[in-house]
């Protein structure tokens, strides 16, 4: 039977490196459901092999498509793929990827508190798979919203896989940090783009300040009209459904404040440092704009809000959250106050 073998990305984060092959052997067993139908898990799954003292995940598959290959290629933590062979010798093979831009688009910005890329990737795409039928997820234009979106790690992602990217974060000097390194990587790379400011206003009410960026690839990209949105506001999440219509987003990401050093902003507009107001508050909110047959997907800190409790939100807030098996192998520790979980749900069509 033909196999497959994963080559683990090292983390630059030595605590994310530790789960990252467990977390990646849940990943692909979430997308297999979502997207392969099922083929991988029915012939075992994943397991995590060393190889000449090198970690792999080692797939057990039948001849795998082009595109089935491509969400192989597109794993949160893959580095490189390989064919492995009866008589153990590795092959490599060319991966397709989703990604348009160089990867320092994704690597340049550092500061405390930021999301790690590898783990932003794997709710992306868990989020995207629950919303999008596989077709749609390798090759389709997808409007993703982080509504707190801070400098931008989940929308840099959704650049590189060609997708439209809205934020919106409570922090003026991270979304001012943010917007400044958009446009300053944007002209060191010399991609042609378009740049506009704006206010938000509502009912004579002012939301926030917005602004928008159109950017493409190529010059001949942009010709045709293969533009990309990149779309920063800088306003109070629960104001999003005053922002954007209803249903407007395919999918909607975000890593939730661990309520150690992340603040928020709840519904009197008082500062807050709970996690499960915010939430609690912000869900119906966020659901309220995703499309019918759309997704979101949350990161949280387990220590300061249970599983169990966060389900329940989504759950009054309309959602249908996935309880597979893969989906509750996803935990993993942060630091000794955090321990992170994610869990994904999608909107009744």
């Not at 990604?99 to 992306?124: A, F, M, P, S």
């Not at 990161?299 to 597979?324: F, H, I, Q, Y």
Request: charged letters at 25%; aromatic letters at 6%.
């Amino acid at each position: 039977m033909p196999q497959y073998a994963i080559l683990v990305h090292p983390s630059a984060n030595r605590v994310y490196a530790q789960h990252a092959a467990r977390l990646m052997r849940g990943e692909l067993l979430a997308l297999d459901g979502l997207l392969l139908d099922g083929r991988l898990g029915a012939l075992g799954g994943p397991v995590e092999r060393t190889m000449g003292g090198v970690g792999y995940l080692v797939v057990p598959a039948p001849d795998l498509t082009e595109d089935e290959l491509r969400v192989l290629g597109n794993l949160s933590s893959l580095l490189a793929l390989f064919e492995l062979r009866d008589d153990g010798a590795l092959v490599p093979l060319d991966v397709q990827r989703l990604d348009r831009y160089d990867d320092d688009l994704l690597t340049i910005l550092k500061y405390v508190g930021k999301t790690n890329e590898q783990l932003t990737r794997l709710l992306l795409n868990l989020t995207a798979a629950a919303a999008l039928p596989l077709e749609d997820f390798l090759g389709s234009r997808v409007r993703v919203l982080d509504p707190m979106c801070g400098r931008g790690t989940t929308l840099n992602q959704a650049l590189m896989y060609g997708w439209d990217a809205y934020g919106v974060d409570v922090d003026r000097r991270d979304v001012e940090a943010y917007t400044a390194f958009a446009e300053r990587w944007l002209k060191d790379k010399r991609l042609k783009h378009r740049v506009s400011s704006s206010r938000v206003r509502v009912a004579g009410k002012n939301l926030g300040r917005r602004t928008s960026i159109e950017l493409a690839a190529s010059k001949e990209a942009y010709r045709a009209g293969d533009v990309q949105t990149l779309e920063v506001t800088q306003g109070d999440t629960l104001d999003t459904d005053r922002m954007y219509r209803a249903g407007f987003f395919d999918v909607v990401v975000a890593d939730a404040p661990y309520g150690i050093q992340h603040g928020s902003v709840t519904g009197p507009r008082t500062p807050s440092r709970s996690p499960r107001a915010l939430l609690a508050d912000a869900i119906p909110v966020w659901a309220h704009l995703l499309r019918r047959g759309g997704a979101m997907g949350l990161s949280w800190n387990t220590k300061v809000l249970p599983r169990e409790d966060l389900v329940e939100m989504l759950v009054d807030a309309g959602l249908d959250p996935l309880d597979d098996a893969p989906f509750h192998d996803l935990a993993h520790r942060v630091d000794q106050a955090v321990e992170r979980d994610l869990v994904v749900a999608s909107k009744p069509r």
